[in-house]
């Protein structure tokens, strides 16, 4: 059975800082490329960050450019987005995504809540 199941979300400052974490279980982890996604209500889902199979590459929205940083620990079959200098606008339910293009598989986990107070 397929699981992401994300952690770490909840109410911060602005301009503190959270780790969420997604942990899999039920697929070869270390083939997908990972990200990390948010909504708020009434809007389509934003990514906010990538990460390739093997850490080659990362690609981060530019509206988080330089605040936030994914990774991913394939032994863990966990993927972090380290968020800092967290602005009210951050506020959102955020989702990790597995993905594999050559198979068609996409996955996503439940979510998790980070809102940041001014």
């Known amino acids: 059975q397929v699981q992401l199941v994300e952690s770490g979300g909840g109410l911060v400052q602005a301009g503190g800082s959270l780790r969420l974490s997604c942990t899999a279980s039920?697929?070869?982890?270390?083939?997908?490329?990972m990200s990390w996604y948010r909504q708020t209500p009434g809007t389509e889902r934003e990514l906010v960050a990538t990460?390739?199979?093997?850490?080659?590459?990362?690609n981060i929205a530019d509206s988080v450019k330089g605040r936030f940083t994914i990774s991913r620990d394939d032994a863990k079959g966990t993927v972090y987005l380290q968020m800092n200098s967290l602005k009210s606008e951050d506020t959102a339910v955020y989702y990790c995504?597995?993905?594999?293009?050559?198979?068609?598989?996409?996955?996503w986990g439940q979510g998790t809540q980070v809102t940041v107070s001014s």
């Open positions: 995504r597995a993905d594999r293009q050559a198979l068609g598989r996409i996955y």
């Open positions: 039920g697929f070869t982890f270390s083939s997908y490329a």
């Open positions: 990460i390739t199979r093997l850490s080659s590459s990362t």
